[in-house]
């Protein structure tokens, strides 16, 4: 099993920034992927950003490229999003995913609601 503790989403005007934070703990497969997804009011959770543990691999929805990053702390189990330039539009609950690529198993976390608002 694996835990996931989000932080760091909040309301924040447009054009502002945020980062979350999400720690995983137990049993920390080594070949992993951590990522954010978002699911707004009425919409289908969508990928946001993706993190592959051992080539750092990224990949990033469209909607988010060249505004938000993903990045892993050094311990390897944390994964960031920094959030800049958002828009109304990016307002949804964020997960964190974990995916153990051996067991081929998805862990979510509870999700942090982001709202961007003027």
């Known amino acids: 099993q694996v835990q996931l503790v989000e932080s760091g989403g909040g309301l924040v005007q447009p054009g502002g920034s945020l980062r979350l934070s999400c720690a995983a703990s137990g049993s920390i497969f080594s070949s992993n992927a951590m990522g954010w997804y978002r699911q707004a009011p009425g919409k289908q959770r969508e990928l946001v950003a993706r993190i592959t543990s051992r080539s750092s691999t990224t990949n990033y929805a469209d909607s988010v490229k060249g505004r938000f990053t993903i990045s892993r702390g050094d311990a390897k189990n944390t994964v960031y999003l920094q959030m800049n330039s958002l828009k109304p539009e990016d307002t949804a609950v964020y997960y964190c995913?974990?995916?153990?690529?051996?067991?081929?198993?998805?862990?979510w976390g509870q999700g942090t609601q982001v709202t961007v608002s003027a």
């Open positions: 995913n974990f995916y153990a690529y051996g067991p081929g198993v998805d862990y």
